[in-house]
């Protein structure tokens, strides 16, 4: 009787397992192809995103990390997929831009776990635009990169370039953590780009929400509050 007691349990939790798994659903069901494919089309023909930037290399890369726009309810999947596209629209130009227009060296000597490599620059590249020579020490030991002797892998490899998006996301910032926490969308501008906040560029501050309102709305869900920063 016991053995049939925990046969019968296991059944019901692995039943249960499933269900929540299912319900959960999957990142491209939320970002289509047709969505992804509007943003690159805001985008001049002549932009050097327009063949680069993919979707599978998106859904590759949302799929590589775990509880990334699959952590919470349904809304909050919509919004932190919303909240990622804004920032990535508004860092390149509606997927424009793989590279950081003003570059510099982006070099912080006083990092020696992550140290600058001799002529090499750590400015913007990718969807998110991926800077300072920390995060590319970091990000390339997570997904399997020379960071620091090759940055401009993230401007030649697409399937790269969203991975280190992804991971900044993720675990390289609380930008996960603040759609699904409910700290708001602005939150994730702070962690981002904090000197646009407190009228430091209020303009790009916009930019953003505008952005992130336009994707609640194309997903069906209310934008939620501290959309701002």
């Known amino acids: 009787m016991a053995t049939f007691l925990r046969s019968t349990l296991i059944l019901w939790l692995a039943l249960a397992l499933y269900v929540v798994s299912f319900c959960q659903g999957d990142v491209g069901d939320i970002v289509t192809q047709d969505f992804f494919n509007a943003i690159l089309s805001g985008a001049d023909g002549s932009c050097a995103g327009q063949n680069f930037y993919t979707y599978n290399d998106f859904i590759n890369a949302a799929n590589a990390f775990s509880g990334f726009g699959t952590t919470g309810t349904s809304d909050d999947n919509k919004r932190e997929l919303a909240a990622f596209f804004a920032n990535v629209a508004h860092e390149t130009g509606s997927l424009c831009y793989i590279e950081e227009i003003s570059k510099s060296d982006y070099c912080d000597s006083t990092n020696t776990q992550y140290p ?111 959309v701002s920063c």
């Open 116 to 226: 600058c490599a001799t002529g090499k620059q750590y400015y913007g590249r990718g969807p998110i635009q991926l800077t300072w020579n920390y995060n590319y020490g970091a990000a390339g030991n997570y997904v399997g990169f020379d960071g620091l002797n090759n940055p401009d892998i993230v401007a030649q490899d697409d399937s790269i370039s969203w991975k280190t998006a992804v991971w900044f996301w993720m675990l390289d910032s609380n930008c996960h953590s603040a759609i699904t926490s409910g700290q708001g969308f602005g939150a994730t501008i702070q962690a981002i780009n904090s000197g646009e906040c407190n009228g430091g560029n209020s303009a790009a501050v916009t930019s953003r929400v505008n952005y992130y309102n336009n994707y609640c709305s194309q997903f069906g869900v209310d934008p939620g509050s501290d």
